[in-house]
């Protein structure tokens, strides 16, 4: 019919092409491009690229590398792309939130469980024994931190959002800063001494990356 208003059907949703090329770019380096400097230091012997190889590894514990970049840009690609397209959950059709709440359950779950099969699934094998299985990971990590800001901007007014992001800020210094448990904690920002040491031993079940105190994806 002529000036007709187009179907739903026929509108062709949008991406925004500069966030598609950074979560792109932020994906090759994630996948193994970080290996490529090392090895045109090794064809080259240039200086450069030995430095622009020690940019691609992690810190052990203070301070960061380009390297220790990559899962924060990731985190916020997340966070850009929830900002964009979120909406309050009680402005979709009973259900699409329906549909909504439990596609973000089963990616949670999807990840936490692809995060346990990475960290087996390379050289060491799945372990049989239960104490010997690393749950935390970064894929874990992603898919919480996701599922959490989901439900935040589902269910949750922006201006507490603004309210929420600083409480939990404020609360893990205050966390880190003052609060004491079994030796840990209170100002101590050690890898051995943190308080986030006294979470992974105490309450985070099987192991710990590299059986080391503190794992770098864990609990707190």
């Known amino acids: ?5 187009p179907s739903i059907k026929s509108v062709k949703k949008q991406r925004l092409l500069s966030i598609d090329a950074l979560r792109g770019f932020d994906m090759i380096w994630i996948l193994g491009a970080e290996g490529i400097f090392a090895a045109l230091f090794t064809l080259t012997g240039f200086a450069f690229f030995n430095s622009a190889a020690q940019q691609m590894l992690h810190t052990p514990w203070h301070g960061f590398t380009a390297y220790d970049l990559i899962f924060p840009l990731f985190i916020f690609l997340s966070g850009v792309s929830l900002g964009i397209a979120g909406k309050p ?4 059709p009973i259900e699409q939130r329906q549909l909504k709440l439990k596609h973000a359950v089963k990616r949670l779950f999807l990840l936490l ?3 346990v099969i990475y960290n087996h699934g390379w050289g060491t094998g799945m372990p049989a024994l239960i104490e010997e299985v690393r749950f935390a990971s970064v894929l874990g990590r992603i898919g919480i931190a996701w599922f959490v800001a989901a439900l935040l901007v589902w269910f949750v007014s922006i201006r507490s959002q603004y309210l929420i992001a600083v409480g939990l800020l404020l609360a893990y210094w205050f966390l880190l800063a003052v609060v004491e448990i079994s030796g840990f904690g209170a100002g101590n920002y050690t890898s051995t001494g943190a308080l986030n040491v006294w979470f992974d031993q105490t309450l985070l079940p099987g192991t710990t990356y590299r059986s080391l105190p503190l794992d770098p994806e864990g609990l707190l």
Do not use: E
């Open 89 to 92: 959950l009680s402005s979709y």
């Open 1 to 5: 019919m002529s000036g007709s208003a």
């Open 113 to 115: 469980g692809l995060g």
